[in-house]
């Protein structure tokens, strides 16, 4: 059974850092493509982050580019995200994804999903 737990969300002010994990099991870690997602209320899920399987190929629309950094550690079975000068339009649930083929980081490519952690940013 698939597995996925995302952690080390919270509360931050506008401008401040926080990294999310997402522990894998259940699953060969290492063959897939991993991605990170957000939904704020009354708003569509919109991919944040995707990195391949190996690691060496990353994705992030123009909203957070520059400011977030996914990576894994494969031996860990663990994602990470690296958010930095974190905004209030910033604040939403965020969610570990994983796909077994993917190509940039749409919802619809990925097959297992986690229960998400909250991110809020205040101004």
């Known amino acids: 059974q698939v597995q996925l737990v995302e952690s080390g969300g919270g509360s931050v002010q506008a401008g401040g850092s926080l990294t999310l994990s997402c522990a894998a099991s259940g699953v060969t870690f290492s063959g897939y493509c991993m991605g990170w997602f957000r939904q704020a209320p009354g708003k569509e899920r919109e991919g944040v982050a995707g990195?391949?399987?190996?690691?060496?190929?990353?994705y992030y629309p123009d909203s957070v580019k520059g400011r977030f950094t996914i990576s894994r550690d494969n031996a860990k079975n663990t994602l990470y995200l690296q958010m930095n000068s974190l905004k209030p339009e910033d604040t939403a649930m965020y969610y570990c994804?994983?796909?077994?083929?993917?190509?940039?980081?749409?919802?619809?490519?990925?097959?297992?999903w986690g229960q998400g952690t909250q991110v809020t940013v205040s101004s």
């Open positions: 990195i391949y399987a190996s690691g060496l190929t990353t």
């Open positions: 994804a994983a796909a077994k083929y993917c190509s940039g980081i749409y919802a619809s490519q990925y097959n297992y």
